[in-house]
């Protein structure tokens, strides 16, 4: 959440009427949170905040009615079922996990506890919902776009360096939807003239050879499919991809601030904030097998012209002018 709109949110707050602000509740109820990035994240912050801020508008006040319990994953699997495990032992009335990699974790931990989740592709495919519109069993959420976005970010990687001949899609194969992507970028290389190579990858280590090794050769770019271990290691990926002039395509907007060429998404913040009315409805009463899925609405092109010009690139003006932000 950007801080203008942060302060503007909060400054909004004080005109809430009283019964938004303040639920009526014989107990204290709990609320367990497991994020797959790290505590230290600035990004996982954010959405911490924007889920905390959608459940003020419900009148839930952390430390007042509602009880968090916060747990951090960085993006290493084992310990996203470990901490699964914790939660689901304190027995709280709701689960709120996101993204994908937290969720499967929590999936394998308890099929009773209410669970909601956001930021995750393909929910039903993944195995967490029987459909959209009647998850049933014990999880729903906010999911993100279809995996056809990947054929439009291998597109706009095209348009904004027409000479990349070769890209390299990097992607962690723990992620549950991270595969179900790489189909749909490989159909529309074959249209485009540009050869796709598709690297699974664990850890930094494995992250660093891959791209020193493809940018051994000329006229190469990178997509990076999002998952916890790409969102915890997106400094890396992008140095790299910008070190070795190597035009790069993200998913989110916080990519292209930290430094990456241009990202095409969800705003995935605005997820946490509207899976707060969903962890509202449960805790007064609704199940969450009821409620149906629901998929992100807002879309967002940015463009970091900075990165652009150091890599050599002229960013058309038709794409420049489609762009919902441009970082200079």
């Avoid at 790290?38 to 954010?46: F, I, V, Y």
């Avoid at 850890?203 to 660093?208: F, L």
């Amino acid at each position: 959440m950007r801080r203008r709109e942060f302060i503007a949110f909060l400054g909004g707050t004080a005109a809430l009427p009283l019964a938004a602000r303040a639920q009526q509740t014989d107990h204290m109820r709990r609320l367990g949170v497991l994020m797959s990035v790290t505590e230290a994240d600035a990004q996982g912050q954010a959405r911490v905040a924007a889920l905390k801020l959608g459940l003020l508008e419900h009148g839930w006040i952390e430390g007042r009615n509602l009880e968090i319990d916060y747990r951090w994953g960085g993006g290493d699997s084992g310990r996203l079922r470990a901490y699964a495990a914790e939660l689901t032992a304190l027995n709280p009335d709701v689960i709120f996990a996101a993204p994908s990699a937290a969720l499967a974790a929590v999936q394998r931990a308890t099929r009773t506890i209410p669970v909601v989740f956001a930021q995750v592709s393909d929910p039903v495919g993944a195995g967490f919902a029987a459909s959209l519109a009647h998850p049933g069993g014990n999880i729903t959420g906010f999911a993100l776009f279809e995996f056809g976005v990947g054929a439009k970010w291998l597109e706009l990687l095209k348009q904004i360096a027409p000479s990349v001949a070769r890209v390299a899609v990097i992607y962690d194969p723990a992620t549950p939807s991270a595969t179900g992507f790489l189909p749909l970028i490989q159909a529309a290389s074959r249209s485009s003239g540009v050869d796709v190579f598709a690297h699974s990858v664990h850890s930094a280590a494995e992250i660093e050879t891959v791209i020193t090794a493809f940018a051994a050769e000329p006229n190469g770019g990178v997509i990076a499919i999002p998952s916890a271990l790409i969102a915890v290691q997106r400094n890396l990926i992008i140095s790299l991809a910008n070190r070795f002039s190597l035009p790069n395509v993200f998913a989110f907007r916080y990519y292209a601030v930290a430094g990456g060429l241009v990202s095409y998404g969800v705003d995935n913040i605005d997820l946490y904030r509207r899976s707060a009315a969903y962890v509202d409805r449960i805790l007064n009463g609704e199940k969450p097998g009821d409620l149906p899925v629901q998929e992100a609405t807002k879309f967002q092109l940015v463009i970091n012209l900075k990165t652009a010009r150091a890599l050599g690139l002229s960013v058309p003006p038709s794409l420049l002018a489609r762009a919902d932000e441009v970082i200079e």
